[in-house]
């Protein structure tokens, strides 16, 4: 929606406002810190995400995921296969080996921070550490682009450059996943516009100083293609192929990038 919007740039918040936004920010970053902190083998993500509730609420912070279009939890969990939006249930037991995702969200003062970030439990294998750091590098690489001046698809087109340099850099073939990807923030959690993970560059609305944007490359193993389960929000590879999902929410500033979402 975002290409055909007559709107040619991409909203600006003042210096305040990104201000405001790092403070819900840093708060995002401090839950998933205490959930990688206390994660181990034989607890639920239902755990995990009763850990990330409390850090938000001690803040004063509200979770944004709770309740949003009819979400029930506070932090989405995502477990191997699961590329995104993972329901936290006591079934879904940890065990070594495992990879997770956790997807955060925090509303404080009217404005929000959303990042995310996969981990190990345990020891990784070698193909899907590989691909966890991949992931985490190709969100630091693409991000890069986020400055005053460039396009929207000029951010998706360093992601997909920085994917294919992944493959050779961390030794792992892999897909972006098709059909998701990042978006405007402040106010509300998802804003104009839509930001794809590949793409051709210079085209979209111009990014300006202070534009933000939550910028998520989501990796797998194997196919670019998911299927949504039936609870209409887990989403899986179709090939049963493991996945990482790396998140942060970045505006652009005349110094460079800024991550508004810190994990201090």
Same mark, same amino acid.
């Given at each position: 929606? %975002?290409? $055909?919007?007559?709107?040619?740039?991409? +909203?600006?918040?003042?210096?305040?406002?990104?201000? +405001?936004?790092? *403070?819900? @920010?840093?708060?995002?970053?401090?839950?998933?810190?205490?959930?990688? *902190?206390?994660?181990?083998? @034989?607890?639920?993500?239902?755990?995990?995400?009763?850990?990330?509730?409390?850090?938000?609420?001690?803040?004063?912070?509200?979770?944004?995921?709770?309740?949003?279009?009819?979400?029930?939890?506070?932090?989405?969990?995502?477990?191997?296969?699961?590329?995104?939006?993972?329901?936290?249930?006591?079934?879904?037991?940890?065990?070594? %080996?495992? !990879?997770?995702?956790?997807?955060?969200? *925090?509303?404080?003062?009217?404005?929000?921070? #959303?990042? +995310?970030?996969?981990?190990?439990?345990?020891?990784? #294998?070698?193909?899907?550490?590989?691909?966890?750091? *991949?992931?985490?590098?190709?969100?630091?690489?693409?991000?890069?682009?986020?400055?005053? %001046?460039?396009?929207?698809?000029?951010?998706?087109?360093?992601?997909?450059? +920085?994917?294919?340099?992944?493959?050779?850099?961390?030794?792992?073939?892999?897909?972006?996943?098709?059909?998701?990807?990042?978006?405007?923030? %402040?106010?509300?959690?998802?804003?104009?516009?839509?930001?794809?993970?590949?793409?051709?560059?210079?085209?979209?609305?111009?990014?300006?100083?202070?534009?933000?944007?939550?910028?998520?490359?989501? !990796?797998?193993?194997?196919?670019?293609?998911?299927?949504?389960?039936?609870?209409?929000?887990?989403?899986?590879?179709?090939?049963?192929?493991?996945?990482?999902?790396?998140?942060?929410?970045?505006?652009?500033?005349?110094?460079?990038? $800024?991550?508004?979402?810190? $994990?201090?």
């Amino acid at each position: 929606m %975002g290409f $055909r919007s007559k709107k040619k740039v991409i +909203a600006a918040k003042t210096a305040a406002e990104l201000d +405001a936004m790092q *403070a819900a @920010g840093e708060i995002v970053g401090k839950a998933l810190q205490a959930v990688r *902190a206390e994660a181990k083998a @034989g607890m639920s993500t239902w755990d995990l995400d009763q850990i990330a509730e409390q850090v938000i609420r001690d803040a004063g912070a509200v979770p944004t995921f709770l309740g949003y279009q009819g979400f029930p939890a506070s932090v989405c969990a995502s477990v191997n296969e699961v590329i995104v939006h993972g329901i936290p249930s006591k079934e879904t037991i940890l065990e070594e %080996g495992d !990879l997770v995702s956790i997807d955060c969200g *925090a509303t404080f003062d009217g404005w929000v921070g #959303d990042s +995310a970030w996969s981990f190990g439990i345990g020891e990784l #294998d070698e193909d899907v550490q590989g691909l966890n750091l *991949a992931t985490e590098w190709v969100l630091m690489e693409g991000m890069k682009a986020m400055v005053p %001046g460039n396009r929207l698809t000029d951010v998706s087109h360093a992601l997909e450059v +920085a994917t294919r340099k992944a493959e050779s850099k961390f030794g792992v073939a892999l897909g972006i996943v098709d059909g998701y990807g990042g978006h405007g923030i %402040g106010r509300h959690m998802h804003e104009e516009p839509y930001l794809a993970n590949e793409g051709k560059a210079g085209k979209g609305p111009v990014i300006q100083e202070g534009s933000v944007l939550a910028i998520e490359p989501m !990796l797998t193993l194997g196919t670019e293609d998911s299927a949504v389960l039936e609870d209409d929000w887990t989403v899986v590879t179709l090939d049963g192929s493991w996945a990482s999902h790396w998140e942060h929410t970045v505006a652009a500033t005349k110094g460079g990038p $800024r991550i508004l979402t810190p $994990r201090y």
